[in-house]
């Protein structure tokens, strides 16, 4: 009888589980029951006590344990299973940050590369944003610069960066 009814549990939870990953893929984001935070609403939620049904149910059932162990490692299954829905959320709410650009006046003082030349413009890598890119400067006291040479970003005016 016990088994049953975590049987039920567990294909409940688990049919509920595969209804929202579908609907999540194809239709986009139609669930707004989770705070994308780090408090505890993220964590009991709908979605939380699912995957907690999940984790719990199948243990359970496969178990097929009836004694007050069997039910302190079901518990501790569905909250490591609550734990690591926490975990995703917490990591795709890292990777949906967006990315805001640096202002030119940010760059002030930092160093970069020089690339390419052609009279007194070079093209220079830099980091920007975490990520090396190319932009086109100019030397400031009309000094001479080799592919390689480390330069500094000292002014930026009019639209103009300038390196020495």
């Known amino acids: 009888m016990t088994s049953t009814i975590f049987l039920t549990v567990a294909i409940v939870a688990t049919a509920i589980f595969l209804v929202q990953f579908i609907v999540s893929i194809f ?7 989770v705070d994308m ?12 006590l699912t995957h907690f ?10 178990s097929q344990g009836t004694d007050i162990s069997s039910y302190v490692v079901g518990i501790l299954v569905g909250l490591v299973f609550v734990l690591v829905l926490w975990f995703l959320y917490k990591k795709a709410w890292q990777l949906q940050n967006e990315n805001r650009p640096e202002k030119p006046e940010a760059l002030l003082g930092r160093e970069c590369t020089i690339y390419t030349q052609n009279g007194d413009r070079y093209v220079v890598q830099i980091a920007v944003n975490g990520a090396l890119r190319e932009m086109d400067v100019r030397s400031l006291e009309g000094r001479k610069y ?9 002014r930026f005016e009019s639209g103009i960066m300038y390196i020495q």
């Open 53 to 62: 049904c999940i984790g719990m149910g199948w243990y359970m059932y496969i």
């Open 37 to 48: 935070d780090t408090d505890l609403g993220s964590v009991i939620s709908f979605k939380g």
């Open 27 to 33: 239709f986009g984001d139609i669930d707004t029951d």
């Open 146 to 154: 080799r592919t390689g040479d480390r330069a500094v970003i000292v």
